[in-house]
């Protein structure tokens, strides 16, 4: 039986991230949960290991983990086999094992449409990369997504896939639970020449009064999820303005699904079936990506360890 160690102690204390009290030397909470992993090592004395770690972590803690472990440290970038960048260290005893290759993934590559219009990412990183997945990301709406223009989150825009030819003398107005076309001088009267195409192809006239579709048999995600109008460069949120790169049109802002997390870690899109949202985006950013351990351990374990 071959014996196989792999682990990573939580990067809280050590990553970048860390705005206040990022601990900086082999010493404190973060080098204490380290210390775990060398118990277990020295416990049960696995033939192979794998350490993993954020790659933010200050110089010092990392000498002194690869000191602990006798390996030196190999920095891979998930970029190189999945659609988002993710800088990592390894340190292993698998011998000498090349970086992967490039895969040449986007983020764009991986997105699913919830509403069947166009999927357009936003806030990506170098070359069309997601950022880093975080284990906080279900907590990102608008407010991170659009609102902070310092440090945006990556995120997607879906068009809805409606087409409005309003009127001249009128215009589209969105409301917490529907989009209509209205006049401008408020008159109750039907705007002849007004459209509105439904998916499918069907095609009805539009009125003031009349509400012409729902979010949700615009085919959008369950429940009231807001839209929002894009125009010349400009998105309102809440009454403010804000640039965005889009074209003019009607837009869901969504974060990644928890599918979509799943092909960022390269996991199989059902991965989370048993976790609630919340959960399945706690671990998935939490964990690592699939390719890059398969990469490393096809270098010297043997397959049927």
Request: hydrophobic share 35%; net charge positive; charged share 20%.
């Amino acid at each position: 039986m071959v014996k196989f160690l792999i682990g990573g102690s939580p990067c809280t204390h050590w990553s970048i991230a860390q705005s206040k009290n990022r601990e900086t030397a082999a010493a404190g909470i973060g080098w204490e949960l380290f210390r775990n992993y060398l118990i277990a090592k020295d416990k049960f004395m696995p033939d192979f290991f794998l350490y993993e770690n954020n790659k933010s972590a200050a110089q010092a803690i990392k000498d002194q983990i690869s000191l602990e472990l006798g390996r030196p440290l190999q920095y891979i970038n998930s970029a190189l086999v999945s659609a988002q960048s993710r800088q990592r260290f390894y340190v292993h005893n698998f011998g000498d094992v090349p970086q992967p290759e490039d895969r040449g993934i986007v983020l764009r590559d991986i997105l699913q449409s919830t509403t069947g219009g166009q999927t357009i990412p936003l806030n990506c990183g170098k070359g069309g990369k997601a950022q880093c997945l975080r284990a906080t990301c279900y907590k990102d709406g608008m407010r991170n997504l659009i609102c902070n223009t310092v440090d945006r989150r990556t995120c997607v825009a879906e068009c809805v896939p409606v087409d409005y030819k309003p009127h001249k003398d009128s215009d589209i107005v969105i409301t917490g639970n529907s989009m209509r076309c209205q006049r401008r001088d408020k008159k109750h009267s039907t705007i002849q020449g007004t459209h509105v195409t439904l998916p499918g192809g069907k095609t009805q006239t539009v009125s003031v009064a009349h509400v012409p579709m729902t979010f949700e048999e615009a085919g959008a995600l369950q429940g009231m999820t807001p839209i929002y109008k894009v125009e010349g460069g400009k998105i309102t949120v809440k009454g403010q303005e804000y640039e965005i790169d889009l074209p003019d049109g009607f837009y869901i802002i969504r974060k990644l699904t928890v599918t979509e997390c799943c092909r960022l870690q390269t996991l199989p899109d059902d991965y989370c079936r048993v976790a609630n949202k919340t959960h399945a985006y706690m671990g998935l950013g939490n964990g690592w990506t699939a390719e890059v351990i398969i990469h490393l351990r096809a270098g010297r374990v043997p397959r049927g360890g």
